[in-house]
């Protein structure tokens, strides 16, 4: 990684999430491995997929309430549109207890189908677009030419209306030039769009410099996931991306974070959130801010916030103006919203909104061949009984363990 990037962002000028094992932010349920599309890279066994029943889903939810609480439910896959009984599961874990988020690459959503999802207690849906799926009607696009679909996603969303909207997108070296596009793309939206994260794209054989083993046994781990060239020649890291984000917004500043399991420095989940008022960005909330949050939440709700909808997202004055009571950072975010509603005085009826920037760099390899993953990971998914990371769930399908890694000797 570049030093002086690294350097440019210290994780101890964030706030550590208070997320955990036990008690986080968000869980993810997975009902079904069946997908309408193939995207480059994706770590589910696609060849023999299966659904899940309504029963056997209501059992990983029964785990997920036994071993962790959480303010939202992320139901993912495959694609969990495909899933037969996507209306009733959804209003299962709504009863139960949590917001469901549907992370969704979207070519199943209709109108109808999302007002129905809605009725039965969605909270909002995580839309994956990225140049790694070749979607049927936008081949070839650019991730900039792709703004056009996500578009089209969040004004679905906006239209039926009280619902929080999210895109994911997969970078990597090549689409990281094309990510202050993105950026650009929110902030003309953001009324409409609440969150954009980036995934850092990963490859377990981009070094060839480790050895694997699950259960004592040397693997092929490379065969465990789909080859593809997509990824490039190398990792993209989070401060590299925080650096791109800035040519285009030089205001952005993360706020909080999640470190590695082995890195304490390791920036796994970056998170920042912007206020956005009649497009322009009036600054980016303080660590105290997210502190604040995150404790007022768990004190009230009894878990930690992970989505906000429209309505909360929305109140980027009052936010900017209660916080600023207590903190300097967000003073300065509130006077710079009163000179812009000075300035241009129709602001003064403009509602200011937050938006939220997420970067996640999924697991890296420590030279000893530790790997390091998000501590506090929210992505924990069921299997067996157990709670697991769901970035690795194909290597207990494959191996019946976690496999481990280990620096390959040097040839004699
Ligand atoms: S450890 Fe894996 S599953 Fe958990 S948040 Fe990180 S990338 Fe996602």
Redesign the pocket.
């Known amino acids: 990684m570049d030093q002086a990037l690294d350097k440019a962002l210290d994780h101890r000028d964030f706030y550590r999430l208070p997320w955990n094992y036990a008690d986080n932010g968000i869980s993810w349920l997975e009902p079904t491995t069946k997908c309408n599309l193939r995207c480059e890279g994706c770590y589910r066994d696609l060849e023999n997929p299966v659904h899940k029943t309504l029963d056997e889903v209501r059992a990983d939810l029964e785990v997920f309430r036994r071993l962790r609480k959480s303010d939202c439910m992320s139901i993912a896959g495959g694609d969990p549109l495909v899933y037969p009984d996507i209306v009733p599961l959804v209003k299962m874990v709504k009863e139960m207890g949590w917001k469901p988020i549907v992370n969704t690459n979207g070519i199943a959503l209709t109108e109808p189908l999302l007002k129905e999802l809605k009725e039965a207690g969605v909270f909002g849906f995580t839309f994956h677009i990225d140049t790694s799926q070749n979607r049927p009607k936008a081949k070839g696009w650019s991730e900039t030419e792709l703004n056009a679909e996500r578009l089209r996603y969040a004004e679905m969303v906006a239209k039926v209306g009280g619902l929080a909207c999210s895109f994911n997108a997969t970078v990597n070296e090549q689409t990281l030039p094309e990510v202050p596009n993105l950026v650009e793309w929110a902030r003309k939206h953001a009324d409409i769009v609440q969150t954009m994260v980036f995934i850092l794209f990963r490859s377990p054989d981009l070094t060839g410099e480790f050895d694997y083993y699950a259960q004592g046994r040397k693997l092929n781990f490379g065969s465990t996931y789909k080859e593809t060239q997509w990824g490039g020649q190398r990792s993209v890291f989070a401060p590299e991306v925080a650096a791109t984000i800035r040519t285009v917004d030089p205001l952005y500043k993360p706020a909080a974070f999640l470190n590695g399991t082995a890195n304490p420095e390791s920036l ?1 989940w970056l998170l920042a959130n912007r206020i956005v008022l009649g497009g322009e960005i009036m600054g980016y909330v303080s660590p105290r801010f997210m502190e604040l949050v995150q404790n007022v939440t768990h004190l009230f709700t009894g878990s930690y916030l992970a989505y906000a909808g429209p309505g909360s997202t929305a109140r980027g004055k009052l936010a900017a103006f209660a916080a600023g009571l207590i903190d300097r950072d967000m003073r300065a975010v509130f006077w710079r919203i009163v000179k812009t509603c000075l300035t241009k005085p129709a602001n003064i009826f403009r509602r200011a909104h937050l938006q939220s920037f997420m970067i ?1 760099q ?2 890296n390899f420590e030279a000893d061949g530790r790997q390091d ?2 501590d506090g ?4 998914t069921v299997h067996d009984g157990k709670l697991v ?3 690795r769930l194909e290597e207990l399908n494959q191996y019946g363990s976690f496999v481990e890694a280990a620096p390959r000797p040097a040839a004699q």
């Open positions: 796994k996640i999924p697991v993953m998000c990971c929210p992505d924990m990371w769901s970035c």
